[in-house]
């Protein structure tokens, strides 16, 4: 089995930046690809960015030159970086793998913008 830990999230006015970080523990992190997702409230869980085993990266529009995502396979780890966050983009920020596997959710992580 899967557990993803995710970390990072926190408090942070527009225009900040914070680094996210998932976790793997339960196996050998043979998940492939792995994806960063977000459900704000009110709002439909979307997929945010995704990252191949080899490094491939593709990213929602509305983010796309503003966070980065990446992994690290050694440490059973992926990241995201946010840059320039948006009062919007306040949600709570999960890893999975894409398409997810619904008993892989963890916790999240909150991630809060004011204004």
């Known amino acids: 089995q899967v557990q993803l830990v995710e970390s990072g999230g926190g408090l942070v006015q527009a225009g900040g930046s914070l680094r996210l970080s998932c976790a793997a523990s339960?196996?050998?992190?043979?998940?492939?690809?792995m994806g960063w997702y977000r459900q704000a409230p009110g709002k439909q869980r979307e997929l945010v960015a995704v990252?191949?085993?080899?490094?491939?990266?593709n990213y929602a529009e509305s983010v796309k030159g503003r966070f980065t995502i990446s992994r690290d396979n050694a440490k059973n780890t992926v990241y995201l970086q946010m840059n320039s966050l948006k009062f919007e983009e306040t949600a709570i920020y999960h890893c999975?793998?894409?398409?997810?596997?619904?008993?892989?959710w963890g916790q999240g992580t909150q991630v809060t913008v004011s204004s």
């Open positions: 990252i191949s085993r080899g490094g491939s990266t």
């Open positions: 999975n793998s894409e398409p997810p596997i619904p008993n892989y």
């Open positions: 339960g196996s050998t992190f043979s998940i492939s690809p």
